[in-house]
């Protein structure tokens, strides 16, 4: 008897130290841990580098379409001679206007940029868009205005974004609207006037500008890179160049339209 208890008591303890050490090994066994979160977009990433330059006009200034306003008198009053599509706008230095300069490709990847809170203002003004090109970022709001005392329909042909047709039937009526996508170039018309266009650039960073009266631009605050810049006018279309700044450093480029054949 006293045989079979002492056998029956070291097997006990040899359980004992058997689960004991089992015990110890998960407690120091290293932690899988929880799974790890997913990359965040990195925040937009802004430099000291500058693309500036002008957009110059070749050639023979061509003559704009001419606008029959006979049946909107109101708009037709605002002009002292007959008004002309401004498609084609030489300025007196011979640069032109209207043309969309911006940073086609380059940017760090996984950037996002907070777009203003700022509306872009479009404007009916003489039964024409003013203006008559511009940028818009993603996320930031358009304010549509109609200056004229007379009905104006809108209606944004969008292929990445959602297009609307709105009615603006008297004068200092707004409406805002906002992009959700990029989309180069997001044309405008008036369903009442044919001859009203504009067209909008909705980009997904702040590099951009549209050249005016002295035909230049300036894409300031750019991270030291290689860049691909695209300018696009309505009527000669896009051109792209490669561009790489350095920290500090602001690239000087003369743009050319209409290339030659």
Not at 3 to 23: H, Q
Request: aromatic residues 6%.
């Amino acid at each position: 008897m006293r045989k079979v208890l002492s056998a029956a008591l070291a097997v006990a303890s040899l359980l004992a130290v058997g689960c004991s050490k089992k015990e110890q090994a998960e407690t120091h066994a290293p932690s899988a841990g929880p799974a790890a979160a997913p990359q965040a977009a990195s925040p937009g990433v802004f430099g000291t580098a500058a693309i500036a330059g002008e957009v110059k006009f070749l050639g023979k200034e061509p003559e704009n379409p001419a606008i029959d306003m006979s049946e909107e008198p109101k708009c037709k009053a605002d002009y002292a001679t007959t008004p002309r599509q401004p498609l084609v706008v030489v300025n007196s230095n011979h640069t032109l206007a209207n043309v969309l300069v911006y940073v086609k490709s380059g940017l760090p990847a996984g950037a996002t940029y907070a777009p203003p809170s700022t509306p872009v203002v479009l404007d009916q003004k003489g039964c024409l868009y003013h203006p008559r090109v511009f940028g818009i970022m993603v996320g930031q709001p358009l304010s549509i205005e109609n200056s004229d005392p007379l009905l104006h329909n809108i209606k944004a042909l969008g292929k990445n974004n959602r297009p609307f047709n709105i009615s603006q039937p008297v004068a200092g009526m707004k409406t805002e609207r906002t992009f959700t996508a990029p989309e180069v170039m997001l044309p405008f018309e008036c369903n009442v006037h044919g001859w009203m266009h504009a067209a909008a650039a909705v980009l997904s960073h702040p590099f951009f500008a549209v050249t005016g009266s002295d035909g230049k631009f300036v894409l300031p605050r750019l991270p030291a890179g290689t860049y691909t810049i695209e300018a696009w006018h309505e009527k000669y279309g896009a051109e792209d160049v490669t561009v790489t700044v350095k920290d500090g450093e602001t690239k000087t480029l003369t743009l050319n339209f209409p290339k030659a054949e």
